[in-house]
């Protein structure tokens, strides 16, 4: 320590201070040596990881990336795309469909929250107090989850048949004059509600039974003790314990059915009149019929931007509830 | 060290990765220019091989091309399965995988030359023997504003009415005169569906854009249009009596005669089934229905007919072609044009292809395949004097719609002809679902929607 400079770095701290330094300065040295040492260690862990790091970055992160950016861009494939700034979503905004796609979509999630969300966890109450024959009937519920999307739709386009379809030739065998169902664009969107709510009950309905399951028998036990009846059990016990369960089941809800598409795909095209036209319905057709990806990118950053907002507000709101 | 790899192990693995990621990268963007041409030869990539599910066309296609490679010594093709797919094209586009000649439906060229995704054959195809013999309206599709040509028609139809036969006869309708006017249509239409048992009297399309495909056909027939050109511009021209008219045919027979049946939404599959079922008696079609009808249903061709589009005023032209990639060297667009024009624009070999057909037992004498109507002056007549020669099919059921179609003006689709007819599929359903449907203003809210796309018309 001959320099001046070190010298008097050295001596500017107090000596108590400087006496204090020592063991922290040793101490650090002692975690980076140990930090080094667990680094060595996983190696082989941290090269894993980075290979799925790699795979997510390309086929999930960068798919995404890629669709923001071209959001903003005209492309051809051919050449260089151009920057266009907001055209596309003007062109969107200027499109007469795209209110209507959106506010069939909200309908479309609203008519499935009621009947989504509900069904289901009846279903799953009444299963969860069976007694016998539990196993059948809940491969009964789960059953529909099994047929493929577009089989699903299919099989109810022809239930739905205004001619010889399975409900109106049951309608008029008990002297009931039929329906127009698909036909109809005052009753095509909810007969679309039916099929999605009949397809994907299954699954909600298990979770919801999974969540039953783990409240504990004695909390019935002492509630019936108390005298409470089916409904002060439920309100009571069963809907408080299954209140997370609930609250996340509606945001993935929320989230699936605002992406409705196969059944307005498969089953009515969009029609009759644009009554069924959703927003993934619009996106696929400026996609796939207009092949104009920058409008159907712009489309899908828009859902994907209205979904991030309701799930931040969504999970800010409970939030705020459980710390009430 | 603890690691069971050495830090140059753990490096050679990076670099692994990252050149495997180079090279995914490089063989999703390459085109494999320079293995095309080794050799001397010119490899070209082509698209339209049936699939194996139909046999017959496919072993026809296959003969061509070992018929063809013989024959041009300097050019080998490789077929690829399949027609225009738009949910592919442009992925393949991107992807570098797109073939270098490639099939196309008439209402995709306009779409497809303003964005630059087809080669310019202009100078290329003046060369291309016959190219003057086909007729200008259907090369025309092919043109951009300023005349300059980008693929080549191979195929068209024009649109008729399509009739069963046996349920005329049950109707007591004389099948070898079918209706002329909608008027006829319509009383026939009723005489039909009374004949009861789900039997519909005449079917239309309203689904997945083949409604407004469909109203084009309509407006067309009435001597109305979809769009007309006002300067320099593209605008809506169907809100008016035409287009009322149109509809309100429509909105009667489905609502007033009740002889459309009750079941909407319907596209082409359904109505084929309903056809082949013996359950409808007349749509809107082309002929290439027909051997659809036929094969799928084991039907006969003895039990359909067409007539000239109803009314009489113009018709429906569309079809399909080839265009070239617009990454394709040179040397690919002069082979490309030689294989389309050796394979699908070939009068020299008009009597070969008919022979293949009735050597396998396949139709002759329809308006439609194996050699379609897409000439005009002698080679037309070359074509049809050997046509009627080898008929197997009988042709006078389709007599009709030949004199009709000779007679009326045939229009081709409007440009961005998917886009408005997405738009015009919901007019069709309103009528068809909706019994006080208000048709006025039906059409001028598809008219604001059809100006909207007609505006990005380049």
């Given at each position: 320590m001959s320099s001046p400079r070190s010298s008097s770095l050295l001596a500017w701290p107090a000596t108590s201070s400087s006496r204090a330094r020592r063991p922290a300065a040793s101490q650090e040295e002692r975690r980076r040596t140990a930090l080094k040492r667990k680094i060595k260690e996983n190696l082989t862990a941290y090269g894993l990881l980075c290979a799925a790091l790699v795979v997510f970055a390309l086929f999930s992160w960068y798919p995404i990336v890629r669709g923001v950016l071209l959001s903003f861009q005209q492309v051809d494939f051919v050449n260089a795309p151009t920057w266009v700034g907001f055209d596309n979503f003007t062109k969107l905004f200027e499109d007469p469909l795209f209110g209507v796609a959106w506010r069939n979509t909200l309908l479309f999630t609203g008519l499935a929250l009621v009947f989504g969300f509900a069904v289901p966890f009846l279903t799953a109450v009444l299963l969860n107090e069976l007694r016998h024959a539990k196993a059948f009937f809940r491969l009964a519920v789960y059953l529909p989850v099994m047929l493929p999307p577009v089989v699903t739709a299919l099989m109810w386009k022809w239930f739905y048949d205004p001619g010889p379809g399975l409900f109106n030739s049951a309608l008029g065998?008990?002297?009931?004059?039929?329906?127009?169902?698909?036909?109809?664009?005052?009753?095509?969107?909810?007969?679309?509600?039916?099929?999605?709510?009949?397809?994907?009950?299954?699954?909600?309905?298990?979770?919801?039974?999974?969540?039953?399951?783990?409240?504990?028998?004695?909390?019935?036990?002492?509630?019936?003790?108390?005298?409470?009846?089916?409904?002060?059990?439920?309100?009571?016990?069963?809907?408080?314990?299954?209140?997370?369960?609930?609250?996340?089941?509606?945001?993935?809800?929320?989230?699936?059915?605002?992406?409705?598409?196969?059944?307005?795909?498969?089953?009515?095209?969009?029609?009759?009149?644009?009554?069924?036209?959703?927003?993934?319905?619009?996106?696929?057709?400026?996609?796939?019929?207009?092949?104009?990806?920058?409008?159907?990118?712009?489309?899908s950053l828009l859902l994907f931007v209205a979904l991030g907002v309701f799930s931040a507000w969504y999970v800010r709101l409970t939030r705020k509830a459980d710390q009430s | 060290m603890s690691s069971p790899w050495s830090r140059t192990a753990t490096r050679r693995m990076f670099c692994l990765l990252a050149a495997g990621g180079l090279a995914l990268t490089a063989a999703a963007c390459g085109d494999g220019d320079t293995a095309a041409q080794s050799g001397g030869k010119v490899k070209i990539t082509v698209t339209g091989q049936p699939p194996t599910s139909q046999p017959f066309e496919r072993s026809v296609f296959d003969a061509d091309v070992k018929e063809f490679e013989a024959s041009h010594p300097n050019i080998q093709i490789e077929p690829h399965e399949g027609f225009m797919d738009p949910k592919t094209f442009s992925a393949k586009l991107a992807g570098g995988q797109l073939e270098d000649v490639y099939y196309v439906y008439f209402t995709d060229p306009a779409q497809i030359i303003a964005r630059h995704q087809a080669a310019d054959i202009t100078e290329a195809a003046k060369s291309v023997p016959h190219v003057n013999d086909i007729k200008p309206e259907l090369l025309d599709n092919f043109r951009d504003a300023n005349g300059k040509l980008y693929g080549l028609p191979t195929m068209n139809y024009t649109m008729g009415l399509l009739y069963s036969r046996p349920l005329f006869q049950k109707a007591g309708l004389d099948p070898d005169k079918p209706p002329q006017t909608?008027?006829?249509?319509?009383?026939?239409?009723?005489?039909?569906?009374?004949?009861?048992?789900?039997?519909?009297?005449?079917?239309?399309?309203?689904?997945?854009?083949?409604?407004?495909?469909?109203?084009?056909?309509?407006?067309?027939?009435?001597?109305?249009?979809?769009?007309?050109?006002?300067?320099?511009?593209?605008?809506?021209?169907?809100?008016?009596?035409?287009?009322?008219?149109?509809?309100?045919?429509?909105?009667?027979?489905?609502?007033?005669?009740?002889?459309?049946?009750?079941?909407?939404?319907?596209?082409?599959?359904?109505?084929?089934?309903?056809?082949?079922?013996?359950?409808?008696?007349?749509?809107?079609?082309a002929p290439d229905n027909v051997p659809v009808l036929v094969k799928q249903f084991n039907g006969k061709y003895e039990d359909y007919g067409i007539a000239g589009m109803p009314g009489g005023q113009g018709t429906l032209l569309g079809g399909e072609g080839y265009m070239i990639n617009p990454k394709a060297s040179p040397e690919k667009v002069k082979a490309g044009l030689e294989w389309i024009q050796w394979k699908y624009l070939n009068p020299d070999r008009f009597e070969k292809h008919i022979q293949q057909y009735v050597d396998g037992k396949q139709p002759v004498g329809l308006p439609a395949e194996p050699t379609p109507d897409v000439w005009t002056g002698s080679v037309r007549e070359q074509q049809l004097a050997l046509k009627a020669k080898y008929a197997n099919v009988p042709a006078k059921n389709f007599q009709s719609y030949v004199d009709t179609t000779s007679r009326i003006k045939g229009s081709i689709e409007p440009p961005n002809a998917q886009q408005i007819y997405a738009a015009l599929d919901s007019v069709m359903q309103a009528v068809l679902t909706d019994q006080s449907a208000n048709i006025d203003q039906q059409l001028s809210s598809a008219s604001s929607k059809v100006n909207s796309v007609l505006a990005q018309v380049k």
């Open positions: 065998a008990v002297g009931l004059p039929g329906g127009q169902w698909l036909d109809s664009s005052s009753t095509a969107m909810l007969s679309l509600v039916f099929v999605s709510t009949w397809a994907n009950m299954g699954s909600t309905t298990l979770i919801y039974l999974a969540a039953l399951g783990t409240i504990p028998g004695e909390l019935y036990e002492a509630a019936e003790l108390d005298g409470a009846g089916l409904w002060k059990r439920l309100r009571h016990v069963t809907f408080p314990q299954t209140r997370f369960v609930l609250l996340v089941l509606l945001l993935l809800q929320v989230v699936a059915t605002m992406q409705v598409f196969t059944e307005p795909y498969v089953m009515t095209g969009g029609g009759p009149d644009d009554s069924t036209v959703t927003v993934l319905l619009l996106l696929y057709r400026y996609a796939f019929v207009y092949n104009d990806f920058g409008s159907a990118s712009a489309m | 909608w008027d006829e249509v319509r009383e026939a239409a009723k005489k039909i569906s009374a004949l009861g048992n789900g039997v519909v009297g005449y079917a239309d399309y309203s689904k997945n854009n083949q409604g407004g495909w469909h109203l084009t056909g309509w407006l067309y027939s009435m001597g109305g249009d979809v769009a007309r050109k006002d300067g320099d511009k593209w605008v809506a021209d169907f809100a008016n009596e035409k287009g009322k008219q149109a509809l309100q045919y429509l909105h009667d027979m489905r609502w007033t005669d009740n002889s459309m049946g009750a079941k909407q939404l319907l596209e082409a599959q359904d109505v084929q089934r309903m056809m082949g079922a013996g359950q409808l008696g007349m749509y809107m079609a």
